[in-house]
């Protein structure tokens, strides 16, 4: 099993900022890409952005300029950086993690986060 903790999440002030941060953690072998995806009621979930194992990184162009993606891989931790934020950020923030276990065939693996909330206010 691999477990994902999430934190950072809040209410900040259009224009603000925050930081995320998602923790995994279990029966690791490697985590190859590590991404935030973000929530809203009555809609998909979206990428917001994704890093993978060599630092490659992908950004919707909504938060594309204002967030920042990185990752510390001795920690196993994801980090999401976001600045400039507006009312339309507002949602539940996810982190998912996909790599392979620690067993003996090495199977890939995919886990998701409980999300967090952030909340923008006007």
């Known amino acids: 099993q691999v477990q994902l903790v999430e934190s950072g999440g809040g209410l900040v002030q259009a224009g603000g900022s925050l930081r995320l941060s998602c923790v995994a953690s279990g029966n690791i072998f490697s985590i190859d890409i590590m991404g935030w995806y973000r929530q809203v009621p009555g809609k998909q979930r979206e990428l917001v952005a994704a890093?993978?194992?060599?630092?490659?990184?992908n950004y919707s162009d909504s938060v594309k300029g204002r967030c920042t993606i990185s990752r510390d891989n001795a920690k196993n931790t994801v980090y999401l950086q976001m600045n400039s934020l507006k009312p339309e950020d507002t949602a539940v923030y996810h982190c998912?993690?996909?790599?392979?276990?620690?067993?003996?065939?090495?199977?890939?693996?995919?886990?998701w986060g409980q999300g967090t909330q952030v909340t923008v206010s006007s």
């Open positions: 890093i993978t194992s060599g630092g490659g990184t």
């Open positions: 998912n993690v996909a790599g392979r276990f620690d067993d003996g065939a090495r199977r890939r693996f995919s886990s």
